[in-house]
């Protein structure tokens, strides 16, 4: 063997070395960095889901498109995390996703989840493994909730973040609209059993109940079952003034017609959980019209500021955006912010490296100022109230905060 030979192999075998020497998901290799999207692309929750994959999937071909950021291509890696045994999503399936996720060493962070049940599955996950992760959806307030942070997130960082507020804004300012609004003095509510369901429908009842509305009633809906007509005969009786749904579009479904049938004249209002572009289609148009519902969100899709944001995507992506389409469209520039931070803080782009950037943004989106606060929640807190009306979601007003 020649001594140039000889050089060229022992660097070779030093580089392998040095390689091997790092820890699964320690540093993008090859200049990538793939982002994990674990959503519930079939099932009762896919359109929704659809749509924030494809804001993700918007902005990463943008920056590609650009070059990349600070000479590393964005790659996406989908899972779909929905079941045909639960007909939607499925917590347990987000948690493998979210396990497979940390397994690929190049899998840096993650969009999602949609759902805060599948958010409470793999919070701890991302923890252990020092992984941030932007949902563009979930906002049920416990899994950030410092008091719960053995809980969610035993490591003690903060590692899910948000581009949407939480239920314990979007809850109660719902509750603040049809009280002042809709002038509402006493409501039945309902829920799904999931934990986003339950918790949103507690955080109405809670603030209904401080604005002196009556409950008149608590019940909670199988999402597999088929029939809730007992139930709402025995809502018939009681006469309320409004219906309040806490859940998303598995009962929804089943609810909307079934309750247009037996309670037509009730105001009926329910969460971002039943904005599901796709409603007018499972329950029919009649059904669905004049029920209320609420976004974590300022509204952005009728923004004429976005006018040209929602062409684009209509064009390249086949469908009309929602405004968690570009909730999730942001998430992936807070990602890419934060390599690019990372990269000329000269430090190597690992897991932990990016999280700490994450909770550092000081970023200006598409949809106003992202900034977290320390448990990884969004500093701006607006919520949005829409109406069901002719088989299309209409804008109403942002929901009153008091």
């Known amino acids: 063997m020649n001594r140039r030979m000889l050089v060229a192999t022992t660097a070779l075998l030093a580089l392998v070395v040095m390689l091997a020497g790092f ?207 007992t139930i709402l005969t025995k809502i018939k009786g009681l006469n309320p003034d409004a219906l309040y749904y806490g859940g998303v579009m598995q009962a929804a479904a089943k609810l909307a017609p079934q309750s247009y049938e037996v309670v037509p004249r009730v105001i009926k209002a329910g969460s971002d959980g039943v904005y599901d572009l796709s409603w007018p289609k499972q329950s029919g148009k009649e059904a669905v019209d004049g029920w209320f519902c609420s976004q974590a969100s300022p509204e952005l899709v009728t923004s004429p500021k976005l006018e040209a944001w929602v062409t684009k995507f209509k064009k390249e992506m086949k469908r009309d955006p929602t405004n968690y389409a570009i909730t999730s469209y942001d998430a992936v520039l807070v990602i890419a912010d934060a390599v690019e931070r990372t990269v000329k803080a000269n430090k190597p782009i690992t897991r932990t490296n990016l999280r700490d950037a994450i909770q550092a943004t000081k970023l200006g989106s598409i949809q106003g100022p992202i900034a977290f606060d320390a448990n990884g929640d969004i500093l701006t807190r607006t919520v949005s109230i829409y109406q069901w009306r002719d088989g299309e979601i209409k804008y109403v007003s942002v929901a009153p905060e008091k």
């Open 23 to 229: 820890p699964p998901g320690s540093a993008a290799q090859g200049k990538v960095v793939k982002i994990g999207l674990s959503l519930p692309l079939t099932g009762s929750d896919a359109d929704g889901a659809d749509a924030i994959l494809k804001g993700a999937q918007m902005a990463i071909t943008e920056i590609n498109g650009k070059g990349g950021v600070a000479g590393y291509k964005l790659e996406a890696m989908v899972f779909d995390s929905a079941t045909p045994a639960a007909g939607q999503y499925d917590p347990a399936q987000a948690a493998t996703n979210y396990k497979k996720f940390i397994a690929d060493s190049l899998v840096m962070a993650a969009v999602g989840p949609v759902m805060s049940g599948e958010g409470k599955a793999i919070s701890p996950i991302l923890s252990e493994a020092d992984m941030a992760t932007i949902t563009p959806s979930s906002t049920n307030p416990d899994i950030t909730d410092p008091k719960l942070q053995a809980q969610y997130r035993p490591k003690g960082k903060a590692v899910y973040f948000r581009t949407v507020t939480t239920d314990a804004f979007q809850g109660p300012n719902m509750a603040n609209y049809l009280f002042h609004a809709q002038k509402v003095k006493s409501v039945y509510v309902l829920d799904d059993g999931g934990a986003f369901g339950v918790g949103i429908a507690d955080s109405f009842q809670k603030r209904a109940g401080e604005l002196g509305v009556k409950i008149l009633g608590r019940d909670r809906l199988d999402p597999k079952e088929a029939d809730y007509k």
